[in-house]
């Protein structure tokens, strides 16, 4: 992992700055084909360098509120800044990991190939990677500790081992809002201990880590933060403190 110090964008240390915060205003989003209501009046601010966590129950509004941060889904009213402007005019500063449901895993592509994919934002249409880029690319690999994979297909991959690679990528765009839609499905116990340390450390370098996220248990463990939601917000601030058994009971009845 890169030193404490640096404000990512690995070697570009700055002294002098200060924490860029995400702010989420009265956000609402409705549902493409029926319009309805998919989450309503959603409100909250955090600073990069934290881990939040996403929780409520199934269809409470998770992979809508991801969906809207990471501009896949229009906002229907309310405003999402990065550093007091909209999030969605940097787009390059954020990155989206989907569910590995969602992702193709036939499609022949080695895990570099996939990692190099991050610095296509960069690159535009006619540059190709460079000495630059491959250095970012080999530090992405080298930090998710997957140099040894780098020539694999991603069909080749452990659940555990497609995270990071995903991961990589993130890093080689050098995102600053990492957001990850249900990364821990499929992990057994010790892929859920080992992903939720790396996310607390790739937080702690200077990224700000938003994630969908199922075990009240062990949520305190891995988040700094909980944003408890049922279609409209319920609760956000320290994890321990939002996931309390009434706000628990608010947001999965009586038993949770």
Known sequence: MVSHQDHICWGKADPNHHPHELQVCRLSAAYPRSQRPAITGIS???????TLAVMGPNGAGKSTLLNVL???MPIADGQVLWDGRPLHDTR??????PQRSMVDHS????VRRLVEMGRYPALG??????EHDVSIVDKALRTLQIEALQHRQIAELSGGQLQRAFLARALAQEAHILLLDEPF??????GVRALGILLGELAREGRLVVASYHDVK???????????????????????EVLSSHNLNRAYGAVH
Request: charged fraction near 20%; hydrophobic fraction near 40%; glycine fraction near 10%.
């Open 70 to 72: 990471a501009g896949m």
């Open 125 to 130: 249409c006619w540059r190709s990677i460079g």
């Open 107 to 110: 499609f022949p592509i080695t």
């Open 218 to 240: 062990s949520a305190s463990e891995y988040f700094d933060d909980t944003l408890l939601l049922n279609r409209e917000q319920l609760a956000f601030g320290k994890s321990a």
């Open 185 to 190: 499905t499929g992990l057994d116990d010790p």
């Open 44 to 50: 909250f601010s955090i600073h990069c360098g934290h």
């Open 92 to 97: 390059r500063e954020v990155a989206w990991l």
